[in-house]
């Protein structure tokens, strides 16, 4: 029997019903929140995976926390109750039944698999949907990967409904026909609003930092640390990365370790210069470099990295790649980075020509152009896929089903389902000093106080009215565009109820350059729930502040 909920109707019925439904698989935290919002504004609907163990996710214990800030709002633009999205995320890929099989094809247009060629093999043998192939690079060819792993390249040779989706243009090279076909090239990119930070310069340490991963567990990647240690032996430098500081390997104090994604940015942006060789392969790139080019940190690079190739598959030339900071291997770059690291002028000139010339290649508009021309020709295949399966019935939500929100609003409407989180935009508030700007930095509004502009006072003035019962999370993202050592303000949440009581003071230091996250826990018991309450944030005066948003997350309603 299938139950009608109308409010869910109503909500259905405004979604644009022949966007096509992506179920997107892959274990990778950036990627995850880079693509799934790009492929949803290309035009189809996204329901990311579940984290799974087989997906190595051992640094990402937050994986699944949607309430976590690197976690996108992809509920919002579905048009599934969660009952349904629910059992699509459980259901294994590998291995469904053939019930499980039926719901997913009723369901789903198009898996998108990352890296794993035995799943995908698998997933071609039952889904009668789209099979994207996601591949990033690796030190071998994915034809070899696939045989190693007993794969039958037939499975995706026969198919007619595979796609290969290469991250990097030189992937097509040297891969058997029947896996490299039907080619979706998704470049690698960044969004700015996930990089609220800023290259320090003079203020940086004089110290150069690098990216390394794994050098725990990969005899791979602890060679490839052999030889930059070899070369930048003379130098001070920190290696960025996800390593495991309990392992022997790591205990190198110049390995940062596996931090948080503020801290590494924090880091990055702290020192001089980023120099870059990663795997010393044409055929793998990390985020690293195109963060550091986002933020404007100057970036030397190996010209057998898979950047370099990049680059040069997208039209820049050799000679012109030396001239932006291209190097030979890493004893040159270390020499180039020993002439550069005290002389400014040369640091800020490169860093000016990378954004120019460089930085383009790795542009979300670039990225967002491929994926709404690979969604239509999608949305135009399953045009009469559409018209013999079920999609137009709604099911009712069960009892208790989890409903999460991620809304920016003017109003302070605060959650009321546990596990239910809202973000205001910081230029939603007000107050009395500072005003809405845009910053094209951040490139987002912003509410933002200037020293000898703006007078010291409330940056933030907001009342909240209605909060039900229980424990509330509210995380603050600040903006600062130098280091101080004094508070910057303070954040103070109050009820008056009749007397007047404080629920939460957070002083806003240490102040540092880019972006800065406060966190507190709210309490309400039952007599505060309908008091007056107020939201104040004060500006010191003393450094230029940015208020970019506020996120608070219902964690519990027993205190």
Not at 61 to 86: F, K
Not at 233 to 250: A, E, F, Q, T, W
Not at 306 to 330: I, P, V
Request: aromatic residues 12%.
């Amino acid at each position: 029997m299938i139950l009608i909920n109308l409010n869910y109707m109503k909500w259905v019925d405004r979604m644009d019903k022949s966007k096509p439904r992506l179920l997107w698989v892959c274990s990778h935290l950036v990627l995850r929140y880079e693509e799934i919002p790009l492929l949803i504004e290309a035009g189809a609907e996204v329901i990311p995976s579940l984290g799974k163990e087989r997906y190595h996710i051992e640094f990402d214990s937050q994986y699944d926390n949607e309430t976590d800030g690197m976690y996108p709002d992809w509920r919002s633009h579905c048009s599934l109750p969660a009952n349904i999205v629910d059992k699509i995320r459980t259901i294994d890929l590998e291995h469904p039944t053939p019930e499980e099989a039926d719901f997913m094809n009723s369901w789903i247009d198009a898996i998108y698999i990352a890296s794993f060629p035995r799943l995908a093999e698998g997933v071609l043998q039952w889904f009668q949907g789209v099979v994207i192939y996601r591949v990033f690079g690796d030190t071998e060819t994915y034809t070899n990967i696939s045989i190693t792993n007993g794969v039958d390249l037939n499975t995706f040779g026969d198919a007619d409904n595979y796609v290969w989706s290469p991250i990097l243009k030189c992937l097509n090279e040297h891969e058997d026909d029947r896996i490299a076909k039907r080619t979706f090239y998704l470049p690698a990119f960044v969004s700015k609003s996930r990089l609220p930070f800023e290259w320090a310069g003079e203020g940086s340490e004089r110290t150069i930092s690098t990216q390394i991963s794994y050098i725990h567990k990969s005899p791979f990647y602890e060679e490839k640390y052999e030889i930059f240690k070899k070369a930048f032996h003379h130098l001070d430098y920190i290696v960025l990365g996800r390593n495991d500081k309990k392992s022997p390997l790591c205990h190198d104090n110049k390995i940062l370790g596996n931090v948080d994604f503020t801290t590494l940015m924090q880091t990055l942006c702290n020192t001089r210069i980023f120099c870059y060789g990663g795997a010393l392969i044409p055929t793998h790139l990390h985020f690293t470099p195109i963060e550091a080019l986002a933020v404007n940190v100057p970036v030397l690079f190996a010209e057998t990295s898979g950047f370099a190739r990049e680059l040069l598959e997208n039209g820049l030339h050799a000679n012109q790649l030396k001239e932006l900071g291209m190097c030979k291997d890493y004893y040159n770059m270390a020499e180039k980075a020993a002439e550069y690291l005290d002389d400014f002028s040369v640091l800020v000139q490169l860093q000016e020509a990378q954004q120019q010339h460089l930085l383009p290649v790795f542009s979300r508009d670039r990225a967002l152009s491929s994926a709404e021309e690979f969604i239509k020709g999608l949305r135009d295949r399953l045009g009469s896929r559409r018209s013999i399966l079920p999609y137009n019935e709604v099911y009712s939500l069960e009892p208790g089903s989890p409903i999460k929100k991620q809304s920016m609003t003017s109003s302070l409407e605060m959650p009321a389902l546990m596990g239910e989180y809202r973000i205001w935009s910081g230029s939603n508030f007000h107050g009395s000093t500072g005003s809405k700007i845009y910053n094209p930095r951040l490139q987002t509004d912003v509410r933002q106080a200037r020293t000898g502009i703006d007078a010291p006072g409330l940056l933030i003035d907001e009342n909240i009215y209605l909060m039900p019962q229980g424990v509330y999370e509210f995380t603050f993202s600040f903006h600062f565009e130098q280091p101080y050592s004094e508070p910057a303000g303070e954040i103070i949440i109050g009820s008056w109820n009749p007397d007047y009581v404080e629920l939460l003071n957070i002083r806003l230091l240490p102040a540092l350059p880019g972006l800065n996250i406060y966190k507190g826990i709210v309490e309400i018991n039952e007599s505060l729930i309908t008091a007056w309450k107020k939201l104040r944030v004060t500006f010191s005066g003393h450094v230029n502040t940015d208020f970019v948003n506020l996120r608070v997350i219902y964690k519990s309603d027993r205190m």
